[in-house]
């Protein structure tokens, strides 16, 4: 069964930067893309960045140019760089499979909370 353990989420001021990590437990980690979602309380949620298998990226349009993703595959480890955080960032932070089907049961996921 595959396992998500999110991690590096906090409370932070807005402008401010956070590197969230992502430790997957997948045989075949290096063939499936990946993705960091976030969730929002009362709010659907939200695909924010994928990166493939051979390194591709994607973002939503609302983190563009402030956060990047990249992945590790000898350390099976997805990662989310964001820079100048904004009160709207916040939410808590999962990932998965970067495209469907996607895995269940989720991770527990890492807060992150931007509040001044």
């Known amino acids: 069964q595959v396992h998500f353990v999110e991690s590096g989420g906090g409370l932070v001021q807005p402008g401010g930067s956070l590197r969230l990590s992502c430790v997957v437990s997948?045989?075949?980690?290096?063939?499936?893309?990946m993705g960091w979602y976030r969730q929002a309380p009362g709010k659907q949620r939200e695909l924010v960045a994928t990166?493939?298998?051979?390194?591709?990226?994607t973002y939503a349009d609302s983190v563009k140019g402030r956060f990047t993703i990249s992945r590790d595959s000898a350390k099976k480890s997805v990662y989310l760089q964001m820079n100048t955080l904004k009160f709207e960032d916040t939410a808590l932070y999962l990932c998965?499979?970067?495209?469907?089907?996607?895995?269940?049961?989720w991770g527990q996921g890492t807060q992150v909370t931007v509040s001044s």
């Open positions: 997948e045989r075949l980690f290096s063939l499936y893309s």
């Open positions: 990166i493939t298998s051979g390194g591709l990226t």
């Open positions: 998965n499979r970067g495209s469907s089907p996607l895995v269940v049961p």
